[in-house]
């Protein structure tokens, strides 16, 4: 089955030649490439002033921030046993509320680590509100 032909007037028939440098082709590139369009596409949307989403990643290898990691899976995991122990029928003990009161500050801690560690990230406050 053959393709269905556009309306005449949808037919992209001109060119357009656009000469730019190694660093303005470079940002071209990671921008198409972050819309996930092809270049053609992404300029057009420009040009006619539609929407272009862009995805950024940000990527922080840290070694404080492995570690504050690892610190919050152990404490994910002693939140799961005592979890599980009272799920399964245990009784609370002085111990038990002990232990749960000791992974909340660890929490409180590490949140306050995190916060400190990721104050250099933070992004502008509107983008973080519902519109």
């Given at each position: 089955?053959?393709?269905?032909?556009?309306?005449?007037?949808?037919?992209?028939?001109?060119?357009?030649?656009?000469?730019?440098?190694?660093?303005?082709?470079?940002?071209?590139?990671?921008?198409?490439?972050?819309?996930?369009?092809?270049?053609?596409?992404?300029?057009?949307?420009?040009?006619?002033?539609?929407?272009?989403?862009?995805?950024?990643?940000?990527?922080?290898?840290?070694?404080?921030?492995?570690?504050?990691?690892?610190?919050?899976?152990?404490?994910?995991?002693?939140?799961?046993?005592?979890?599980?122990?009272?799920?399964?029928?245990?009784?609370?003990?002085m111990?038990?509320?002990?232990d749960?009161?000791?992974?909340?500050?660890?929490?409180?801690?590490?949140?306050?680590?995190?916060?400190?560690?990721?104050?250099?990230?933070?992004?502008?406050?509107?983008?973080y509100?519902?519109?």
């Amino acid at each position: 089955m053959a393709p269905k032909e556009k309306p005449q007037e949808m037919h992209r028939n001109h060119i357009i030649c656009l000469r730019l440098t190694d660093t303005e082709f470079a940002f071209l590139n990671e921008s198409v490439n972050r819309a996930n369009l092809s270049r053609s596409e992404f300029l057009r949307r420009l040009i006619l002033g539609k929407r272009v989403v862009t995805k950024y990643q940000v990527v922080a290898d840290s070694d404080e921030i492995k570690k504050l990691a690892g610190e919050f899976g152990k404490i994910g995991s002693n939140l799961n046993q005592i979890a599980k122990f009272f799920n399964s029928g245990g009784e609370r003990s002085m111990a038990m509320e002990d232990d749960i009161r000791q992974c909340i500050s660890e929490l409180q801690q590490l949140r306050k680590k995190v916060i400190r560690l990721a104050g250099d990230f933070d992004g502008h406050h509107q983008t973080y509100q519902k519109p």
